[in-house]
Protein backbone atom coordinates (compact mmCIF):
# COMPACT_ATOMS: atom_id res chain seq x y z
CA UNK A 1 0.00 0.00 0.00
CA UNK A 2 1.27 3.55 -1.12
CA UNK A 3 1.91 5.95 2.25
CA UNK A 4 -0.07 8.50 0.81
CA UNK A 5 -3.39 5.76 0.80
CA UNK A 6 -2.08 4.36 4.55
CA UNK A 7 -2.30 8.44 5.20
CA UNK A 8 -5.81 8.69 4.05
CA UNK A 9 -7.01 5.53 6.03
CA UNK A 10 -5.23 6.40 9.12
CA UNK A 11 -7.12 9.73 9.55
CA UNK A 12 -10.64 8.15 9.91
CA UNK A 13 -9.62 6.71 13.04
CA UNK A 14 -9.79 9.28 16.11
CA UNK A 15 -6.84 9.77 18.68
CA UNK A 16 -7.01 13.32 19.37
CA UNK A 17 -5.10 13.10 22.88
CA UNK A 18 -6.81 14.71 25.85
CA UNK A 19 -4.71 17.09 28.16
CA UNK A 20 -7.06 17.26 30.87
CA UNK A 21 -7.70 13.13 31.21
CA UNK A 22 -4.37 12.52 33.72
CA UNK A 23 -4.22 9.07 32.31
CA UNK A 24 -1.71 7.26 29.40
CA UNK A 25 -2.82 6.94 27.10
CA UNK A 26 -5.03 10.03 27.68
CA UNK A 27 -7.93 8.84 25.95
CA UNK A 28 -8.78 5.04 25.19
CA UNK A 29 -9.61 5.86 21.39
CA UNK A 30 -6.16 5.75 20.87
CA UNK A 31 -6.05 2.27 21.13
CA UNK A 32 -8.37 1.75 18.00
CA UNK A 33 -5.22 2.83 15.80
CA UNK A 34 -2.66 1.42 17.87
CA UNK A 35 -4.37 -2.32 17.74
CA UNK A 36 -5.00 -1.76 13.52
CA UNK A 37 -1.03 -0.87 13.00
CA UNK A 38 -0.28 -4.15 14.85
CA UNK A 39 -2.01 -6.12 12.74
CA UNK A 40 -1.17 -4.14 9.59
CA UNK A 41 2.76 -5.17 10.80
CA UNK A 42 1.99 -8.87 11.60
CA UNK A 43 0.13 -8.86 7.90
CA UNK A 44 3.47 -7.22 6.73
CA UNK A 45 5.83 -9.98 8.29
CA UNK A 46 6.86 -8.76 11.56
CA UNK A 47 6.04 -11.02 14.40
CA UNK A 48 6.27 -9.47 17.37
CA UNK A 49 4.34 -6.45 16.45
CA UNK A 50 2.22 -5.99 20.02
CA UNK A 51 0.81 -2.64 21.69
CA UNK A 52 1.54 -2.55 25.33
CA UNK A 53 -1.11 -0.97 28.32
CA UNK A 54 0.10 2.28 27.54
CA UNK A 55 -0.45 2.15 24.04
CA UNK A 56 2.74 1.63 22.81
CA UNK A 57 3.09 0.14 19.82
CA UNK A 58 6.49 -2.20 19.40
CA UNK A 59 7.97 -4.28 16.50
CA UNK A 60 10.99 -5.38 14.97
CA UNK A 61 12.75 -6.35 11.75
CA UNK A 62 15.66 -8.34 12.78
CA UNK A 63 19.23 -7.60 10.96
CA UNK A 64 19.38 -9.15 7.67
CA UNK A 65 22.21 -11.41 7.31
CA UNK A 66 25.88 -10.13 8.01
CA UNK A 67 24.34 -7.10 9.61
CA UNK A 68 23.92 -8.12 12.96
CA UNK A 69 26.39 -6.35 14.27
CA UNK A 70 25.81 -3.23 13.01
CA UNK A 71 23.39 0.11 14.78
CA UNK A 72 19.65 -0.69 15.96
CA UNK A 73 18.06 2.08 14.47
CA UNK A 74 14.79 2.91 15.92
CA UNK A 75 11.90 4.65 13.56
CA UNK A 76 9.54 6.58 15.58
CA UNK A 77 6.39 8.78 14.72
CA UNK A 78 3.27 8.97 17.28
CA UNK A 79 0.16 8.29 16.63
CA UNK A 80 -1.97 10.99 18.51
CA UNK A 81 -3.54 13.94 16.75
CA UNK A 82 -3.65 17.84 18.67
CA UNK A 83 -6.43 18.97 20.72
CA UNK A 84 -6.13 22.51 19.35
CA UNK A 85 -8.36 21.77 16.43
CA UNK A 86 -11.42 18.95 15.99
CA UNK A 87 -10.45 15.79 15.01
CA UNK A 88 -13.02 13.30 14.60
CA UNK A 89 -15.09 12.62 11.37
CA UNK A 90 -12.14 13.63 9.46
CA UNK A 91 -13.11 13.72 5.52
CA UNK A 92 -9.43 14.21 3.23
CA UNK A 93 -9.83 14.05 0.21
CA UNK A 94 -7.03 14.63 -3.14
CA UNK A 95 -7.34 17.32 -4.98
CA UNK A 96 -6.76 17.53 -8.53
CA UNK A 97 -2.90 18.62 -8.92
CA UNK A 98 -3.11 22.73 -7.83
CA UNK A 99 -2.98 25.39 -10.00
CA UNK A 100 -1.69 28.12 -7.57
CA UNK A 101 -5.38 29.75 -6.85
CA UNK A 102 -7.69 29.19 -4.18
CA UNK A 103 -8.47 25.90 -3.46
CA UNK A 104 -12.57 24.94 -1.94
CA UNK A 105 -12.33 22.97 1.27
CA UNK A 106 -15.87 23.69 2.43
CA UNK A 107 -18.35 25.01 -0.27
CA UNK A 108 -21.26 25.26 2.08
CA UNK A 109 -19.32 26.78 5.20
CA UNK A 110 -17.30 28.98 2.74
CA UNK A 111 -13.91 27.95 3.99
CA UNK A 112 -10.86 28.57 1.67
CA UNK A 113 -6.82 27.83 1.46
CA UNK A 114 -5.57 30.61 -0.17
CA UNK A 115 -1.67 30.97 -1.23
CA UNK A 116 -2.77 34.90 -0.43
CA UNK A 117 -2.78 33.16 3.71
CA UNK A 118 -0.63 30.75 3.22
CA UNK A 119 2.41 31.24 0.78
CA UNK A 120 3.97 27.98 1.22
CA UNK A 121 0.85 26.85 -0.99
CA UNK A 122 3.35 28.00 -4.03
CA UNK A 123 5.38 25.38 -3.35
CA UNK A 124 2.70 22.69 -3.97
CA UNK A 125 1.87 23.99 -7.82
CA UNK A 126 1.18 20.94 -9.70
CA UNK A 127 1.23 18.62 -7.15
CA UNK A 128 -1.94 16.65 -5.87
CA UNK A 129 -2.87 17.76 -2.30
CA UNK A 130 -4.67 15.76 0.62
CA UNK A 131 -6.79 18.33 2.28
CA UNK A 132 -9.35 18.15 4.87
CA UNK A 133 -13.44 19.99 4.38
CA UNK A 134 -12.30 22.77 6.43
CA UNK A 135 -13.70 21.61 9.73
CA UNK A 136 -11.50 19.56 10.84
CA UNK A 137 -7.74 19.16 10.86
CA UNK A 138 -5.96 16.68 9.05
CA UNK A 139 -4.13 14.28 11.19
CA UNK A 140 -0.93 14.16 9.32
CA UNK A 141 1.02 15.09 12.63
CA UNK A 142 1.67 12.69 12.85
CA UNK A 143 -0.13 9.94 10.82
CA UNK A 144 1.87 11.06 8.00
CA UNK A 145 4.69 9.98 9.84
CA UNK A 146 3.14 6.90 10.71
CA UNK A 147 2.23 6.14 6.70
CA UNK A 148 5.82 6.53 5.82
CA UNK A 149 7.14 4.28 8.12
CA UNK A 150 4.62 1.33 7.47
CA UNK A 151 5.46 2.41 3.57
CA UNK A 152 8.87 2.02 4.42
CA UNK A 153 8.87 -1.04 6.60
CA UNK A 154 7.06 -2.90 3.77
CA UNK A 155 8.96 -1.81 1.06
CA UNK A 156 12.81 -3.29 3.30
CA UNK A 157 10.46 -6.60 3.77
CA UNK A 158 9.54 -7.04 0.10
CA UNK A 159 12.69 -6.02 -1.32
CA UNK A 160 15.13 -7.19 1.25
CA UNK A 161 16.47 -4.37 1.91
CA UNK A 162 20.21 -4.67 3.59
CA UNK A 163 19.48 -3.64 7.33
CA UNK A 164 20.77 -3.79 10.95
CA UNK A 165 18.21 -4.16 13.68
CA UNK A 166 15.17 -2.03 13.23
CA UNK A 167 12.67 -0.84 15.78
CA UNK A 168 9.57 0.51 15.15
CA UNK A 169 7.60 2.36 18.15
CA UNK A 170 4.17 4.28 17.25
CA UNK A 171 3.83 6.11 20.92
CA UNK A 172 1.09 8.11 21.69
CA UNK A 173 0.18 11.52 23.46
CA UNK A 174 2.76 13.62 22.01
CA UNK A 175 0.79 16.78 21.62
CA UNK A 176 0.33 17.15 25.10
CA UNK A 177 4.24 16.40 26.07
CA UNK A 178 3.83 12.94 27.33
CA UNK A 179 4.81 11.17 24.37
CA UNK A 180 8.00 8.92 25.66
CA UNK A 181 6.96 9.14 29.18
CA UNK A 182 6.72 5.16 29.31
CA UNK A 183 9.18 4.47 27.08
CA UNK A 184 12.28 2.84 28.62
CA UNK A 185 15.16 3.78 26.32
CA UNK A 186 17.27 0.93 27.75
CA UNK A 187 14.83 -1.63 27.04
CA UNK A 188 14.33 -0.31 23.61
CA UNK A 189 18.13 -1.21 22.91
CA UNK A 190 18.64 1.15 19.96
CA UNK A 191 21.71 2.90 19.46
CA UNK A 192 20.20 5.81 17.26
CA UNK A 193 16.26 6.82 16.27
CA UNK A 194 15.03 9.22 14.06
CA UNK A 195 11.19 11.01 14.59
CA UNK A 196 8.95 11.50 11.46
CA UNK A 197 7.49 14.09 12.68
CA UNK A 198 8.52 17.13 10.47
CA UNK A 199 7.05 19.52 8.15
CA UNK A 200 7.84 20.48 4.64
CA UNK A 201 9.86 18.11 2.83
CA UNK A 202 13.55 18.07 2.99
CA UNK A 203 13.83 19.64 6.67
CA UNK A 204 15.62 18.17 8.78
CA UNK A 205 15.70 19.27 12.84
CA UNK A 206 18.13 18.54 15.65
CA UNK A 207 17.41 21.74 17.55
CA UNK A 208 14.62 22.71 19.41
CA UNK A 209 12.51 24.73 22.43
CA UNK A 210 13.57 24.35 25.81
CA UNK A 211 10.42 24.25 26.89
CA UNK A 212 7.93 24.89 29.69
CA UNK A 213 4.62 24.91 31.39
CA UNK A 214 3.06 27.73 33.29
CA UNK A 215 0.11 28.21 35.36
CA UNK A 216 -0.74 31.73 37.01
CA UNK A 217 -3.43 31.53 39.74
CA UNK A 218 -4.73 34.54 40.90
CA UNK A 219 -6.94 34.74 44.22
CA UNK A 220 -9.24 37.60 44.60
CA UNK A 221 -11.64 38.90 47.43
CA UNK A 222 -15.42 39.13 46.01
CA UNK A 223 -17.74 41.57 47.68
CA UNK A 224 -21.21 43.72 46.54
CA UNK A 225 -19.73 46.33 44.18
CA UNK A 226 -22.12 48.66 45.83
CA UNK A 227 -19.38 48.52 48.71
CA UNK A 228 -16.29 47.20 47.27
CA UNK A 229 -14.24 50.45 47.61
CA UNK A 230 -10.84 49.31 49.58
CA UNK A 231 -12.63 45.92 50.08
CA UNK A 232 -12.80 44.08 46.56
CA UNK A 233 -9.73 42.24 44.87
CA UNK A 234 -10.81 41.77 41.64
CA UNK A 235 -8.83 38.69 40.26
CA UNK A 236 -9.47 39.00 36.31
CA UNK A 237 -8.34 42.38 36.64
CA UNK A 238 -4.96 41.23 38.41
CA UNK A 239 -4.62 38.35 35.85
CA UNK A 240 -4.92 40.92 33.00
CA UNK A 241 -2.50 43.24 35.16
CA UNK A 242 -0.16 40.18 35.09
CA UNK A 243 -0.12 39.43 31.40
CA UNK A 244 0.23 43.10 30.50
CA UNK A 245 3.89 43.11 32.55
CA UNK A 246 5.06 40.30 30.19
CA UNK A 247 7.13 41.25 27.14
CA UNK A 248 4.31 42.18 24.00
CA UNK A 249 6.57 41.36 21.24
CA UNK A 250 7.50 38.00 22.79
CA UNK A 251 4.58 36.12 21.96
CA UNK A 252 4.09 33.23 18.89
CA UNK A 253 2.79 36.28 16.54
CA UNK A 254 6.11 37.90 16.67
CA UNK A 255 8.86 35.76 16.44
CA UNK A 256 10.06 33.47 14.24
CA UNK A 257 13.23 30.84 13.66
CA UNK A 258 15.14 31.06 17.56
CA UNK A 259 12.93 33.60 18.87
CA UNK A 260 11.30 32.53 22.27
CA UNK A 261 8.24 33.29 23.25
CA UNK A 262 5.28 33.56 26.40
CA UNK A 263 1.93 32.21 24.93
CA UNK A 264 -1.49 31.90 26.65
CA UNK A 265 -2.87 28.78 26.12
CA UNK A 266 -6.06 29.00 27.81
CA UNK A 267 -7.82 31.84 30.41
CA UNK A 268 -10.51 31.50 32.87
CA UNK A 269 -11.82 33.87 35.36
CA UNK A 270 -14.30 35.83 37.51
CA UNK A 271 -13.80 38.16 40.67
CA UNK A 272 -12.93 35.70 43.38
CA UNK A 273 -10.38 33.53 40.88
CA UNK A 274 -8.49 33.65 37.77
CA UNK A 275 -6.20 31.23 35.79
CA UNK A 276 -3.57 31.75 33.11
CA UNK A 277 -2.14 28.98 31.22
CA UNK A 278 0.83 29.56 29.30
CA UNK A 279 3.73 27.54 27.05
CA UNK A 280 7.36 29.38 28.10
CA UNK A 281 9.48 28.54 25.13
CA UNK A 282 13.21 29.49 23.77
CA UNK A 283 16.07 27.75 22.12
CA UNK A 284 18.78 29.23 24.49
CA UNK A 285 18.65 27.14 27.50
CA UNK A 286 20.15 30.96 29.60
CA UNK A 287 17.41 32.47 27.97
CA UNK A 288 14.62 29.99 28.80
CA UNK A 289 15.78 29.95 32.29
CA UNK A 290 15.04 33.99 32.34
CA UNK A 291 11.93 33.83 30.80
CA UNK A 292 11.15 31.29 33.50
CA UNK A 293 12.01 33.68 36.34
CA UNK A 294 10.08 36.97 34.51
CA UNK A 295 7.20 35.16 34.64
CA UNK A 296 8.04 34.76 38.84
CA UNK A 297 9.11 37.94 39.50
CA UNK A 298 5.80 39.34 37.14
CA UNK A 299 3.84 36.97 40.10
CA UNK A 300 5.59 38.86 42.90
CA UNK A 301 4.88 42.06 41.59
CA UNK A 302 1.01 41.07 41.68
CA UNK A 303 1.33 40.15 45.42
CA UNK A 304 3.25 43.74 46.01
CA UNK A 305 0.29 45.20 44.76
CA UNK A 306 -2.82 43.01 45.92
CA UNK A 307 -1.20 41.08 48.93
CA UNK A 308 0.78 38.36 49.53
CA UNK A 309 -0.61 35.26 48.52
CA UNK A 310 -2.80 36.73 45.98
CA UNK A 311 -0.95 35.28 42.49
CA UNK A 312 0.47 31.57 42.52
CA UNK A 313 2.78 30.46 39.86
CA UNK A 314 3.39 26.70 39.15
CA UNK A 315 6.06 25.95 36.46
CA UNK A 316 6.94 22.63 34.83
CA UNK A 317 9.72 21.87 32.73
CA UNK A 318 8.61 19.93 29.43
CA UNK A 319 11.29 19.24 27.61
CA UNK A 320 15.25 20.47 26.82
CA UNK A 321 16.58 21.36 23.30
CA UNK A 322 18.18 18.27 21.54
CA UNK A 323 21.30 20.56 19.93
CA UNK A 324 23.88 19.10 22.75
CA UNK A 325 23.09 15.87 22.32
CA UNK A 326 23.00 15.41 18.80
CA UNK A 327 26.14 17.05 17.90
CA UNK A 328 28.43 14.33 19.33
CA UNK A 329 26.44 11.89 17.27
CA UNK A 330 26.34 14.37 13.95
CA UNK A 331 26.84 11.73 11.38
CA UNK A 332 22.97 11.09 11.71
CA UNK A 333 21.83 14.07 10.49
CA UNK A 334 24.71 13.52 7.42
CA UNK A 335 23.31 10.60 6.74
CA UNK A 336 19.43 11.77 6.28
CA UNK A 337 20.97 14.96 4.11
CA UNK A 338 22.89 12.23 1.99
CA UNK A 339 19.38 10.27 1.72
CA UNK A 340 17.23 13.27 1.03
CA UNK A 341 19.89 14.16 -2.30
CA UNK A 342 18.96 10.31 -2.90
CA UNK A 343 16.06 10.64 -3.55
CA UNK A 344 15.85 13.85 -5.49
CA UNK A 345 15.01 16.23 -2.56
CA UNK A 346 17.13 19.31 -1.49
CA UNK A 347 18.03 18.53 2.93
CA UNK A 348 17.74 21.45 5.20
CA UNK A 349 18.52 22.01 8.79
CA UNK A 350 16.00 23.87 10.34
CA UNK A 351 15.25 24.79 14.22
CA UNK A 352 11.67 23.35 15.76
CA UNK A 353 9.52 26.11 17.02
CA UNK A 354 8.52 22.84 19.41
CA UNK A 355 9.17 19.91 20.31
CA UNK A 356 9.37 16.19 19.22
CA UNK A 357 9.52 12.83 20.81
CA UNK A 358 13.22 13.06 19.67
CA UNK A 359 13.83 15.40 22.16
CA UNK A 360 12.97 13.67 25.26
CA UNK A 361 14.43 10.51 23.79
CA UNK A 362 18.03 12.05 23.13
CA UNK A 363 18.49 13.66 26.94
CA UNK A 364 17.24 9.90 27.83
CA UNK A 365 20.18 8.10 25.69
CA UNK A 366 18.78 7.84 22.62
CA UNK A 367 20.19 10.39 20.02
CA UNK A 368 17.19 11.12 17.92
CA UNK A 369 17.05 13.97 15.01
CA UNK A 370 13.49 14.68 13.74
CA UNK A 371 12.78 14.15 9.63
CA UNK A 372 10.17 15.74 7.93
CA UNK A 373 6.98 14.43 6.89
CA UNK A 374 5.68 17.18 4.34
CA UNK A 375 2.97 18.53 5.55
CA UNK A 376 2.03 22.33 6.34
CA UNK A 377 -0.26 23.96 8.65
CA UNK A 378 -0.36 21.40 11.56
CA UNK A 379 -3.03 21.69 13.61
CA UNK A 380 -5.34 23.55 12.19
CA UNK A 381 -8.35 23.21 9.89
CA UNK A 382 -6.22 24.26 6.49
CA UNK A 383 -3.94 21.45 6.94
CA UNK A 384 -2.45 20.51 3.97
CA UNK A 385 0.25 17.71 2.44
CA UNK A 386 1.40 16.86 -1.23
CA UNK A 387 0.27 13.05 -1.46
CA UNK A 388 4.03 12.24 -3.72
CA UNK A 389 5.41 13.71 -0.42
CA UNK A 390 4.76 10.91 1.40
CA UNK A 391 5.85 7.91 -0.87
CA UNK A 392 9.01 10.47 -1.33
CA UNK A 393 9.56 10.45 2.39
CA UNK A 394 8.93 6.57 2.77
CA UNK A 395 11.75 6.12 0.20
CA UNK A 396 13.89 8.62 2.39
CA UNK A 397 13.39 6.42 5.42
CA UNK A 398 14.83 2.78 3.09
CA UNK A 399 17.21 4.57 2.04
CA UNK A 400 18.37 5.91 5.70
CA UNK A 401 17.92 2.62 7.57
CA UNK A 402 19.81 1.23 4.61
CA UNK A 403 22.82 3.41 4.94
CA UNK A 404 23.36 1.63 8.51
CA UNK A 405 24.58 -1.07 6.96
CA UNK A 406 26.31 -0.14 4.82
Not at 372 to 382: C, D, E, K, L
Request: glycine share 10%; with cysteine; net charge negative.
Amino acid sequence: MRAYERLLDYVRVYTTSDPESGTHPSAAREFDLAHKLVEELKALGVEDARVDEHCYVYGSLPATPGCEEKPALGLIAHMDTSPDAPGENIRARITEPYDGGDIVLNEEKHIMLSPKEYPQLKNSVGKRLIVTDGTTLLGADDKAGVAEIMAAVETMIEKNVKHGEVRVIFTTDEEIGNGVDGLDVQELGCDYGYTVDGGPLGEIEFENFNAASAILTVHGVGVHPGSAKNVMINAATAAMTFHAMLPEDEVPEKTDGYEGFFHLTEMSGSVTEATLRYIIRDHDREKFEEKKALFAACAEKINEVYGDGTAEVDITDSYYNMKEKILPHFHLIERAENAFRANGVAPMCVPIRGGTDGANLSWAGLPCPNLSTGGYNYHGVREWIPSASLDVMANVIVTLTASFAE
